[in-house]
């Protein structure tokens, strides 16, 4: 079936440093599905962060990127400089049959 | 904009007690989702509806019944609570399939 990995669980970084989170997928029951980075803020519901829904484009949103890369089954998300206001948790996404599938998360902690 | 109102926030519940989790949502969307949040797991999708009166099982819906009477509401029943189902389930809805999933804040359920 279709899935999404995330592997890495925790990730902390320090004010103003780059920032790379990795997201791999597998989609068996749709070819080019639509892939998405969702963020759920201390306090907040889930909301989308941005989506792509053709393969090689590039989304970006908050100053967060992340480039639709089908050879490697990739959907990587990157930010140049990250600010203490990005600490959340962050889900990689993709639009299977009907439904929404989802990586593990990525808790997110930027130190002042 | 619209919203999606999830109640309670926060249910407790005895084991073996049934217990239901109700969601609105002011989209007028056709489609809503039942996900299931465990601590360091991704979300997993317990039931969803494409239309009123409509009900389609995820891969969780083992121990739940959902109830869709009206296009803007979605409801889910726990129908014996159990000690390692304690997580936040969250509410979703969409119109088109390619369209934004939008997410209420979620309830946590804890079983004592």
């Known amino acids: 079936g279709d899935s999404v990995t995330q592997t890495e669980g925790q990730v902390t970084v320090s004010e103003s440093k780059s920032l790379i989170i990795n997201c791999t997928y597998s989609?068996?029951?749709?070819?080019?599905?639509?892939l998405f980075w969702y963020v759920r803020y201390p306090g907040e519901g889930l909301q989308l962060l941005l989506k792509?829904?053709?393969?090689?484009q590039k989304g970006s949103s908050r100053g967060f990127e992340a480039t639709y890369n089908k050879e490697a089954t990739s959907f990587h998300l990157q930010k140049a400089s990250v600010q203490e206001s990005d600490s959340a948790v962050y889900y990689c996404?993709?639009?299977?049959?009907?439904?929404?599938?989802f990586g593990s998360g990525t808790q997110l902690t930027v130190m002042p | 904009g619209g919203i999606i109102t999830q109640t309670p926030k926060f249910l407790i519940g005895q084991e073996g007690q049934k217990l239901t989790l109700k969601c609105q949502q002011n989209?007028?969307?056709?489609?809503m989702y039942w996900y299931r949040q465990d601590s360091g797991k991704g979300l997993r999708l317990i039931y969803y509806?494409?239309?009123?009166?409509?009900?389609q099982k995820g891969d969780l819906s083992e121990g739940y019944d959902a109830s869709r009477e009206k296009k803007s509401s979605f409801s889910l029943t726990v129908t014996s609570a159990q000690k390692n189902e304690m997580a936040v389930f969250l509410c979703?809805?969409?119109?088109?399939?390619?369209?934004?999933?939008?997410f209420g804040k979620g309830t946590r359920l804890t079983v004592v």
């Open positions: 979703a809805s969409r119109g088109d399939r390619d369209t934004e999933v939008f």
């Open positions: 989609a068996t029951s749709i070819g080019y599905p639509n």
């Open positions: 792509v829904i053709t393969a090689g």
């Open positions: 996404a993709l639009d299977g049959s009907w439904q929404l599938i």
């Open positions: 989209f007028n969307h056709d489609t």
């Open positions: 509806s494409i239309t009123e009166n409509d009900l």
